[in-house]
């Protein structure tokens, strides 16, 4: 339990509150070394009909009132399902990836047109009946798809329920336009310790998403019209691990919109904002949140909604490029005052590079419309 002496509150940053089916890892298991790995793999929408399901669903009707979907928190009750879950009883990790290779750093990539990067944007995505979104950004990668995220932005543990109907939409407008794209998500990789027991020591997620899409009108309806993929489109951060708390600062980024503490409303999650270089700590423990070992980064007054947004260093505002060390995962109240005032993040460490390479990995379909 956390001493009350410190009157720390903390809370989840998402929109939203993991709740779907169990779903099978990634079937190239390979069974001589998936029990080393610590990768776990749910795949998403596998298929080009299953790409065009999630797309219906996510027409600029509804993408353009997304932005006042409740935010949830853990320990609210989780949205009813009224309809069936695609599940297995199959739940393998992946197999292992070398550590000498997934402890390597990326470096960060620009778009194929254009002089600025605009990786940052949000993830949408349904639990049950209910739509939410979080904050992510793309990241730079060998299969150019790979976007990092808060593992509770797609998986929820409690339930080994992960997300329906994910996208990921880079830059997305005040009122719901996604002029750089919508992108599927085809599979989550994630530590297998949160899929397990949810252990926020391991909140990161990075999402293989297939290649992008706009929605052009026709005759009064809409159509889809394939983009190409999304790291040429919008470029990719860098990611670096092992990076020693105190020895950086950072900025932390996202799109907030919960209230404060003090029940004040200064965001309204239509706008992306930043944490300017905090200072970082171990310094996040939360027992009830099985957090042992996060990094913490202050000051900064994100509040839900900035869950999954990167932590950069050498950010580069021109180029809109930096390199990621962390993600938004739980925000704090550390002076017990009106406004949140840090922000922590898991530690990436060269297991966070396995995820990571695992996701990097995985193939996706050719065509999406």
């Not at 009108?217 to 889809?224: G, P, R, T």
């Amino acid at each position: 339990m956390i001493p009350r002496a410190r009157h720390v509150a903390l809370a989840a940053l998402s929109s939203a509150l993991l709740v779907l089916s169990a779903l099978t890892g990634i079937a190239d298991a390979a069974a001589n070394s998936a029990a080393n790995s610590k990768v776990y793999a749910v795949p998403l929408a596998t298929t080009q009909a299953d790409v065009k399901r999630v797309a219906e669903h996510w027409k600029p009707d509804r993408l353009k009132v997304a932005d006042n979907y409740s935010p949830a928190t853990p320990g609210a009750k989780a949205a009813p399902t009224s309809e069936p879950q695609t599940a297995t009883d199959q739940s393998n990790p992946v197999a292992a990836i070398r550590r000498t290779l997934a402890a390597q750093s990326v470096a960060s990539a620009m778009p194929r047109k254009g002089k600025t990067a605009t990786t940052m944007g949000k993830v949408y995505f349904r639990f049950g009946d209910k739509e939410y979104w979080c904050s992510a950004s793309a990241v730079a990668a060998r299969n150019r798809s790979v976007v990092a995220t808060a593992a509770h932005c797609a998986y929820d543990s409690r339930q080994a329920r992960a997300a329906d109907s994910w996208i990921f939409v880079p830059n997305p407008g005040p009122n719901g336009e996604a002029s750089q794209g919508i992108y599927v998500g085809a599979a989550i990789s994630m530590h297998e310790d949160w899929s397990g027991k949810g252990d926020y020591d391991y909140d990161y997620a990075f999402v293989t998403v297939h290649r992008g899409f706009t929605w052009t009108k026709k005759n009064n309806s809409y159509a889809m019209k394939d983009i190409g993929r999304l790291q040429d489109n919008v470029g990719g951060q860098g990611l670096d691990l092992n990076k020693k708390p105190s020895t950086y600062s950072a900025f932390s980024f996202g799109y907030p919109a919960g209230p404060q503490p003090d029940r004040s409303n200064p965001f309204n999650g239509k706008k992306l904002r930043s944490c300017e270089r905090g200072t970082t700590l171990w310094a996040a423990v939360a027992p009830a949140f099985d957090l042992q070992k996060g990094v913490q980064l202050q000051p900064c007054d994100f509040s839900h909604g900035a869950s999954g947004g990167p932590w950069l260093i050498g950010w580069n505002e021109n180029r809109g490029l930096g390199t990621l060390v962390g993600v938004n995962s739980l925000t704090w109240n550390r002076d017990a005052q009106g406004w949140y005032d840090a922000v922590s993040s898991p530690y990436f460490d060269t297991t966070t590079g396995e995820v990571y390479r695992h996701a990097a990995s995985v193939r996706t379909i050719s065509k999406v419309a």
